[in-house]
Nanobody, 127 residues
């Protein structure tokens, strides 16, 4: 079992930056592929970014590529999402998710793949 708790959301002006954190409980964090997803009002949840359990491989949605950065600290059982050059369309509830990985360099982009989810943190970008 993995429990995930996101933090770091809030209100930010367009062009600003926010760093989200997702702290995991349990001893299996280093074995988990981690992902970030988001859901805007009235829209389906969408993939944002993912990182392999080794941290060596990352992948981003086209809409955030070049602006967001995902990283992890296995010693702290925490995954981060650095969000720069924020736009109003980035406004959403952001969720982190975990999936036990079977290789050091796997990552996953489909939300149905993930086994564990946090409660989400709101990010609001004002224009």
């Amino acid at each position: 079992q993995v429990q995930l708790v996101e933090s770091g959301g809030g209100l930010v002006q367009a062009g600003g930056s926010v760093r989200l954190s997702c702290a995991a409980s349990g001893r299996t964090f280093s074995s988990c592929v981690m992902g970030w997803f988001r859901q805007a009002p009235g829209k389906e949840r969408e993939f944002v970014s993912t990182i392999s359990r080794s941290g060596l491989r990352t992948y981003y949605a086209e809409s955030v590529k070049g602006r967001f950065g995902i990283s992890r600290d296995n010693a702290k059982s925490t995954v981060y999402l650095q969000m720069n050059s924020l736009k109003p369309e980035d406004t959403a509830v952001y969720f982190c998710a975990a999936k036990l990985g079977y290789s050091d360099n796997s990552y996953y982009t489909r939300d149905a793949t993930y086994d564990y989810w946090g409660q989400g943190t709101q990010v609001t970008v004002s224009s």
